[in-house]
């Protein structure tokens, strides 16, 4: 699997941005084909406080063609030129390859 990550930077008003990420370009995203699966994650330190970047987007999909393809659809054009307009040069845009474990906490696991 591989997936596009969207790090957006803190802007000015967050409120006015989250209203228009959240009712606008994440529909769009959501169309994506063959996406498999979108995380929308809001960062913060250690201490909790609010994170710059603030707001991380992950998009998996099954393999690079499938990415590449999502890309070039009429769905991945309009997300691309919507994330221009809403962050200009605020996001950055990230391609990785996933390689996971997953790990399932048992009730042994619980009671140490």
């Not at 979108?38 to 987007?57: H, N, Q, S, W």
């Amino acid at each position: 699997m591989v997936k596009m990550t969207a790090l957006f930077e803190r802007p000015t008003d967050v409120d006015a941005f989250l209203e228009h990420y959240e009712n606008t370009h994440l529909p769009i995203v959501r169309r994506l084909p063959g996406l498999i699966r979108v995380d929308v994650c809001k960062l913060y330190t250690m201490t909790g406080e609010p994170a710059d970047p603030f707001l991380m987007t992950d998009m998996v999909f099954s393999d690079r063609e499938q990415l590449l393809l999502a890309l070039r659809s009429k769905d991945g054009r309009d997300s691309g030129r919507d994330a221009a307009d809403m962050a200009g040069t605020h996001v950055k845009v990230f391609f990785s390859e996933i390689d996971s474990e997953e790990f399932v906490e048992t009730t042994e696991a619980k009671s140490e």
